[in-house]
């Protein structure tokens, strides 16, 4: 198994999984919002991932603030 592939599945098992959620918003597969992300990095010399950051940064604020609750008793 070579370094690249270590790498990529060490970060899809430990991410925030906003690839994926993005994905599943638009309809299309992780594979390309994640690969879209490695190019928008590359290119930009690190723009990618600073907004890769901010917006696990953001989906992870959204779901605290956005909490489904069952009853009224458990807040």
Known sequence: MNIFYRILLYFQKHGYYVCQRIADRLGIRAKIVRTS???????????????????????????????????????
């Open 37 to 75: 992300f490695i190019y928008l990095t590359f290119v930009t010399v690190g723009f990618g991932f600073a907004l890769y950051v901010f917006i696990a940064f953001w989906m992870g604020i959204k779901d605290l603030l956005y909490t489904k609750r069952s009853s009224v008793f458990d807040l």
